[in-house]
């Protein structure tokens, strides 16, 4: 009797959802492990660096003008030729709806012009699915996102069920990193200026509220941390004419371990949920820019470690933003579902969990998380 050997593939990734443009070519088996044959990630940090955050506009052409080079290098890296890509998959949302149309565009044109399946991908699910990418993680497992722009734990229990234990109700931490560096006169990306002041800093100096705390729940709040590091920031102002480095330093210690506490304290709540659910090996992953922080994931870690859990952090790489995840999320999707058609459309909104109630209320287009 022959044996049928699954075919490997070669699928190209394509991520425009926020303020990095990439391309990547992930190859494996429908279901099955991948390789990352290359990875392009093209940051626009300098374009955004001097509005303190990320301007969609800006964001939405610099996509326009990179996302075909971006590819071109994803191939010459694999030295591969678009001929022997067995399909496109592209981020469809959630996101800053100009890049998500850049890249949604960009993979249909791709497709229709050669023949090649169109797979439109969740963002989300991408982050999600990828320490099974790196890691080889098994289901289930439970995931916290901490990005730029979105915070949520989510019990990933196949490639396409994953169940939202709580999120952030309001800004996600790294914008809130953001804020508080612009606040404080450093530079941006806030996140990494904060942790290198912090170094310095006194985080016991000013008093900064651990929000949500109070509830028995998994969800976080950061915009009235915010709000309290800009009143830390007035009342060192009034008395003085402005901050001093170690002010700046006291300050972004202490807006970091605030950051640090609810995470692991949250984190712990979520962990005795998924326990409930006596996974095998229990694990909790971390992605997105903000698992960066060195202080925050020692505290998931020292969360994981009293609670016997596994914890696995993703290269930093595949932990931002990245079209590898996007890539290997379509392939891992594969068996269980078919090719978009030319009807797949962008969606700022794209809920990953829409059985549990929404995070964010609704909106005009839909459920905001
Ligand atoms: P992402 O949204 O995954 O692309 O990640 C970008 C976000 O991660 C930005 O808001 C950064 O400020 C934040 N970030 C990056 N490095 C760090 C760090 N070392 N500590 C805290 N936040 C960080
Ligand atoms: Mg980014």
Do not use: W
């Amino acid at each position: 009797m022959e044996l049928r050997v699954p075919k490997k593939l070669n699928i190209l990734g394509i991520e425009s959802s926020c303020d990095d443009t990439a391309a990547a070519i992930v190859h494996g088996c429908p279901g099955g492990t991948g390789e990352v044959l290359s990875s392009i990630v093209v940051g626009q940090t300098n374009l955004h660096a001097a509005f303190g955050g990320v301007v969609p506009e800006i964001a939405a052409r610099a996509h326009v003008e990179k996302l075909d080079v971006t590819v071109r290098q994803a191939l010459v890296q694999a030295d591969l030729t678009l001929q022997d890509i067995d399909g496109i998959a592209v981020t469809a949302g959630p996101g800053l709806i100009g890049g998500v149309v850049s890249g949604v565009m960009l993979a249909k044109g791709m497709a229709a012009a050669t023949g090649k399946p169109l797979y439109g991908v969740n963002h989300l699910a991408g982050h999600a699915l990828t320490p099974r990418l790196t890691d080889g993680t098994k289901f289930p497992y439970l995931m916290l996102l901490v990005s730029g722009g979105h915070c949520q734990f989510l019990i990933a229990s196949n490639p396409h069920e994953f169940r939202r234990l709580g999120g952030t109700i309001d800004d996600a931490p790294g914008e809130a990193f953001d804020k508080v560096a612009r606040l404080i006169g450093l530079a941006q990306p806030g996140g990494p200026a904060i942790e290198n002041a912090a170094k310095n800093g006194d985080s016991k100096r000013f008093k900064l509220p651990r929000p949500l705390l109070d509830r028995n729940d998994c969800d976080m709040s950061f915009s009235g941390l915010k709000t309290a590091a800009l009143r830390t920031r007035d009342a060192i102002i009034s008395e003085r004419i402005g901050l001093t480095p170690q002010d700046q330093a006291d300050l972004a210690a202490g807006f970091q371990a605030a950051v640090a506490d609810v995470l692991a304290e949250k984190s712990r709540r979520a962990l005795r949920e998924y326990l409930k659910l006596s996974p095998q090996n229990p694990t909790l992953c971390v992605a997105g820019g903000v698992a960066a922080n060195y202080t925050i994931r020692s505290e998931l870690k020292r969360v994981c470690d009293e609670m016997a859990v596994g914890f696995a952090a993703p290269p930093l790489a595949l932990c931002t933003d990245n079209a590898a995840m996007i890539a290997y999320a379509a392939l891992a999707q594969m068996p269980d579902r078919l090719p978009d058609d030319m009807g797949l459309s962008a969606k700022p909104r794209m809920p990953l969990d829409t059985s549990s109630p929404t995070m964010l209320g609704h909106g005009k287009k839909g459920a905001k998380a």
